[in-house]
């Protein structure tokens, strides 16, 4: 069974700087893409960002193109997002995601995703 458990949310003002982290259990990390999707009140879960198993290769939202950073550990079963500069329409519950396939690129489709995690909440005052 796989588990994701986000961390990291919380309340910033707009220009500040939030790192998420996702712990990842249940199979074997490092041969699957991740990411992470983002849902604002009343509005549809959107993609952020996308790591591929070995890293290598990252995509990102154009809305935060320049602002964040994905990164993963596999030593740590771990997958983390640095937002930096962020803005007042960042504000939204963070998820994680992970596919079933191994070595696929993961989908910005929230449809096709997999697995998720329980999200955690991230404000930006501004």
């Known amino acids: 069974q796989v588990q994701l458990v986000e961390s990291g949310g919380g309340l910033v003002q707009a220009g500040g700087s939030l790192r998420l982290s996702c712990a990842a259990s249940?199979?074997?990390?490092?041969?699957?893409?991740m990411g992470w999707f983002r849902q604002a009140p009343e509005k549809e879960r959107e993609f952020v960002a996308a790591?591929?198993?070995?890293?290598?290769?990252?995509r990102y939202a154009d809305s935060v193109k320049g602002r964040f950073t994905i990164s993963r550990d596999n030593a740590k079963n771990s997958v983390y997002l640095q937002m930096n500069s962020l803005k007042p329409e960042d504000t939204a519950v963070y998820y994680c995601?992970?596919?079933?396939?191994?070595?696929?690129?993961?989908?910005?489709?929230?449809?096709?995703?997999?697995?998720w995690g329980q999200g955690t909440q991230v404000t930006v005052s501004s």
């Open positions: 995601a992970t596919t079933r396939m191994p070595y696929y690129s993961l989908s910005s489709d929230y449809h096709a995703i997999d697995f």
């Open positions: 249940g199979r074997t990390f490092s041969t699957y893409g």
């Open positions: 790591i591929s198993w070995s890293g290598r290769t990252t």
